[in-house]
């Protein structure tokens, strides 16, 4: 069975609340919901979905989820939104990446 994801697609002007300072339209990102997908999959849909933003290195295994995710955190304009750090208290990488997709969709991404 092919993975597939459930995709909401949010764009936003910079004038919206919780949105940085800046005169531009922000780029459109797709979020991408962690259900259907392993861990590489999905950071890798991901890394093409931030893209406008940043580039993320490509994950080939499941367990490197956590390397990935501090990318994020680290080195894109998200942090100004301040995403979940994938500390140990997330086991499970789903439950990061769930927290990470509501905590952008609720910024307005």
Known sequence: MPATAW????????????????????????????????????????????????????????????????EVVRNTNLSVYQPPKPVERFKDWRQWASEFVRCLSTAGI
């Open 7 to 70: 995709l909401m697609n949010l764009g936003f002007a910079a004038s919206n609340v919780g949105a940085p300072s800046s005169s531009a339209l922000q780029p459109q990102i797709r979020l991408i919901y962690p259900t259907f997908m392993n861990a590489a999959a999905w950071c890798n849909q991901m890394s093409l979905a931030l893209a406008p933003i940043g580039q993320l290195p490509t994950v080939r295994n499941d367990a490197d989820w956590r390397t990935w995710a501090r």
